[in-house]
Structure formats: C-alpha cells, structure tokens
C-alpha cells in the first residue's frame, strides 16, 4: 500500500498483514492485523514514527523511497513488530537518531544490536522540535512492556499510541467506521497484553486526560478520530466493576464433566446469570481472555486425569493467572474416578487472583441426583455473590 496522508504533512505508512493468524506464537489473530508507521514532516526536521514487523520490512522501505531524509526514528516499543525494521532503516538513513526511553533503548540494544551512539533518550514529558511541529514524548509503562511510551504531535493533536488503544485488524479502511469490529477486537487486544496491569494502565489513560488529544493513531488496527470513544472503552475495561457473567473453560473426556457444565450453565441462567462457555479443545485462547475482561466468576470444568486436572484446564487456569482478570470468585467443577488432587492443583496455580474459592462441585464417575443438588447450590452461590456486589 502507498503511504497516506492524514493530515497536512503527517503521513500513514506501514503494512497490511491481511495472512498473520498468530501473534508471539500464542495469540490467535484472526483478522489479521498491521503494522502501522507514521511520517511527520516539520518545516526543518522529518520524523519517523515507529517501523513494521521485518518479514513486512520491503514495504516499509519501498514507501521511504521518496522521503530524502529522516532525523529522527521514534521508537515508542521494542517488541520487534514495531522496532524490527529500524536497522534496516538506519541503513537507508545512517545520521538518524533513534528516540526512545532509556528502557527502550537498552532492550534494542539487546534485541536489535543497535549501536549505542545512534540513540537518543527523551524523558517523559520532553519535547522534541521539527521546526513548526512538535512531538512531545509521554511515558506509559506495560503498553505493552515497561519500557513503552507515546508521543503526541502537539499543533495537530495526534496521540501515536502503539500498541495502546490498538486492535490486530487487516483492513484497507485507514480510520475507524465500524465500532462493533473494532471495539471487539480492541478489546480482545487489551485481555490478551494489557490486563495484567490494569493498575499502570489507569494511571496512563489518567495521565492523557491532560492533554489536547483530537485524533490517536495506534501502530495496530484502525485510527480513531474520536479519542473518547477508545479511552472510554479502556476505562471500563480497567477501572468498571466486573459483570453479572460466569466464564466457565472446561474440557471433557467421555462426557461427564460436560453434563454438569451444561447442568450448571442452565441453573446459573435460572438464577440471572449470564454464562460464557469455553470449550478447551476447541476454543480460541484470545475469546477466552476477552470473556475474563468481565467475568465475576470462573469456574473450571476438568476431569481428573492422571491424579491432576486436564493439561487443558491448567492451561487455561495458568493463563487466566497471568492475566489477572478481575474476576472476585472461581470454583472448580468435574468428575473423577479414582484419587487426585485436581482441586488442590489448581488451587495452587492462582497465586495473582485475588479470588474467593467457592465451594467446587466434584463427582466421582457419571453425575448422580447429589452432583446436580451441589451445581444448583453453586448456581446459586455466585448469583447471591454476583447481586451482593452489584455486578449487572
Ligand atoms: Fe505490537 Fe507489543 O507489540
């Protein structure tokens, strides 16, 4: 695609990755996504802001074709998808100056090998002058590694975020049109990098309140032209309580466990609970983590298998671990047939949750009358704990 203009002399490039299915061999993609760049050309000094994934690094370079110069590459993140093609870059233009945090700076280093001497450190809240445009530099840590910030073009008030207010879409539209599209998979970005720090991520949307921000211009996904509609979806997802929702990931060997999952989904809607069901083996893991954005509950259905819980289920309980959802109950349902520690198991492997344990359902062999008597019990348990706390 050829570079696009978005405002006077500030200018879209990039890629399209219309193929990419999987991001850090972990998260599914399955729209794709891009890896937005973008050009700012002050009356004395030209800005490049941010590059491209390196297997997309041909396009990159073919759009700086009739660019003459580059003073500066900003580099708001080192994750490679957006800093892979810097040396490349450097190549072309050897005098460029490559900005980033002191933090960014030592993870190229690391990463890319980049030479110490072509970098410059900004600080947050400096300023860096292209003649009759300004980039001022703003920290905002775990967007998605410690090291990440943003900058804002101050005369035209564009917000470039990165990864921030991001969503792993290919598409020829250069701006946001269809909410629903994006804010799904917007928000399937945020589960995925940014949840676990929700408390860092509070603080940065607090911190651009500050500013004049009329346009944000993300390196993944759509630019939205209308920064409150964003900001505001990211402080719910941060800061709202969590929903009158159950996210039941559970897996199934010869039935059983499904039968009570099921049982239990039908006795949680009796009881006003809305339920998201997650069939381990065939569920898309990035689905799973946008459900745990507002889930009140998570409860767990494994079989024992091998004295343990599935390799599923602790899978899925170890990522739900690491992305500490705000979820203030989980309990653990499943059918066993001879010894294990399945719930001590996963017990064990929530240390991140700040979760109440309600009382797990377990049944040995096919689910009898008692097993049923124990799933409406819990049923009722998370929709009295679910009212208590006001989730709607
Ligand atoms: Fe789009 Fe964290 O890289």
């Not at 509609?229 to 309580?241: E, K, L, Q």
Request: proline share 6%; with cysteine; hydrophobic share 40%.
């Amino acid at each position: 695609m050829l570079p696009r203009k978005i405002k006077d002399r500030v200018y879209w490039l990039g890629a399209v990755d219309w193929d990419r299915r999987l991001f850090d061999s972990l998260i599914p993609l399955p729209d794709g996504t891009s890896y937005n760049a973008y050009l700012v050309k002050g009356s004395e000094k030209t800005a490049l802001l941010d590059t491209v994934d390196p297997s997309m690094a041909e396009t990159l370079m073919t759009q700086l074709e009739d660019v003459s110069e580059i003073d500066f590459i900003i580099s708001h993140h080192s994750e490679q998808d957006h800093s892979g093609t810097i040396p490349m870059v450097l190549e072309f233009f050897p005098d460029a100056k490559v900005v980033a945090t002191p933090k960014g700076k030592d993870i190229l280093i690391d990463l890319l090998k980049i030479h110490e001497d072509a970098f410059l450190t900004v600080q947050d809240g400096e300023t860096l002058s292209l003649g009759d445009k300004t980039l001022r530099f703003l920290y905002t840590p775990w967007v998605h590694w410690p090291e990440t910030m943003v900058t804002l073009l101050e005369e035209d008030g564009i917000l470039f975020s990165c990864d921030f207010f991001g969503s792993h879409i290919a598409a020829s539209e250069l701006f946001m049109r269809d909410e629903g599209r994006v804010y799904e998979a917007a928000k399937r970005y945020f589960a995925e990098i940014m949840m676990p720090f929700r408390n860092v991520i509070s603080k940065n949307l607090e911190k651009l309140k500050g500013y004049d921000i009329g346009m944000i211009a993300p390196s993944h996904g759509q630019i939205h032209e209308k920064p409150e509609w964003i900001m505001n979806a990211y402080g719910d997802w941060v800061n709202g309580d969590p929903r009158n929702l159950a996210v039941i990931p559970f897996v199934s060997m010869h039935g059983s466990t499904r039968e009570m999952v099921d049982y239990l989904t039908s006795s949680l809607v009796g009881h006003g609970v809305r339920v998201e069901l997650f069939n381990l083996p065939v569920t898309d893991i990035g689905k799973l983590a946008m459900a745990l954005v507002d889930a009140g509950t998570v409860i767990v259905g494994t079989p024992t298998v091998l004295a343990g819980p599935h390799p599923l289920a602790a899978y899925a309980t170890f990522l739900a671990n690491a992305l500490r959802p705000k979820a203030r109950f989980l309990s653990i349902v499943g059918s066993y047939e001879w010894g294990g520690k399945t719930v001590e198991s996963l017990a064990g492997m929530i240390p991140n949750l700040k979760v109440e344990v309600l009382e797990p359902v377990l049944c040995k062999g096919a689910p009898v009358k008692e097993t049923f008597e124990g799933l409406d019990r819990l049923a009722e348990t998370v929709a009295g704990k679910h009212r208590e706390n006001g989730f709607a």
